[in-house]
Nanobody
């Protein structure tokens, strides 16, 4: 079992930045690929970003490409999501997810791919 705990959420003005962290409770963190998803009120959960076991490859949803950056520190068992130029459409609960497998096709964008999830952290962007 892998437990994931997100932090760093909150209220931010449009155009601002936030950095989310997701700490994993496993000594084998480097063997998991990681994803960030978000869910806005009344909407389905959507893919945000994905990073493979090392930082060699990352993938983003078109809606966040160029504004968000996913990274990881395997020594600290933590994955990050740096979010810049935030707008009201980014308001959602953000959750990190872990998978023991790596993907190069769009399986990384499917929530059903990931067996482990954090509880989520709320991001609210005021306009």
């Amino acid at each position: 079992q892998v437990q994931l705990v997100e932090s760093g959420g909150g209220l931010v003005q449009a155009g601002g930045s936030l950095r989310l962290s997701c700490a994993a409770s496993t000594r084998t963190f480097s063997t998991y690929s990681m994803g960030w998803f978000r869910q806005a009120p009344g909407k389905e959960r959507e893919f945000v970003a994905y990073i493979r076991r090392t930082e060699s490859r990352t993938y983003y949803a078109n809606s966040v490409k160029g504004r968000f950056t996913i990274s990881r520190d395997n020594a600290k068992n933590t994955v990050f999501l740096q979010m810049n130029s935030l707008n009201a459409e980014d308001t959602a609960v953000y959750s990190c997810a872990a998978s023991p497998f790596e993907y190069t096709d769009d399986y990384y964008a499917r929530a059903s791919t990931y067996p482990y999830w954090g509880q989520g952290t709320q991001i609210t962007v005021s306009s």
